[in-house]
């Protein structure tokens, strides 16, 4: 059974960090890309950061050079993210394709001070 689980949200203070995770199983991840995708309030879905196969990764724009994803060797990817800002202000999901698309249930993210 395919399984994308996120943590690591949290309130931050503008200019704070968070470290979210996403725990992949029920497929060999490391074969796939994996996206993290944010939502606003009233906002459409996003793309903020994807990881391919091969390693290589894609930014939105809004977000380069604060955020950085990776992954580890145990199927999890991560979304290092500083410098974070009001408008970071979301909840983050993380999606696999696999001939079907998978999300996980997404962690809330709350820039303020």
């Known amino acids: 059974q395919v399984q994308l689980v996120e943590s690591g949200g949290g309130l931050v203070q503008p200019g704070g960090s968070l470290r979210l995770s996403c725990a992949a199983s029920?497929?060999?991840?490391?074969?796939?890309?994996i996206g993290w995708f944010r939502q606003a309030p009233g906002k459409e879905r996003e793309l903020v950061a994807r990881i391919g196969s091969d390693g290589a990764t894609v930014y939105a724009d809004s977000v380069k050079g604060r955020f950085t994803i990776s992954r580890d060797n145990a199927g999890t990817v991560y979304l290092e993210m500083k410098s974070l800002k009001p408008e970071d202000t979301a909840v983050y999901y993380c999606?696999?394709?696999?001939?079907?698309?998978?999300w996980g249930q997404g962690t809330q993210v709350t820039v303020s001070s």
């Open positions: 029920g497929f060999t991840s490391d074969y796939y890309a």
């Open positions: 999606r696999v394709d696999l001939g079907r698309t998978y």
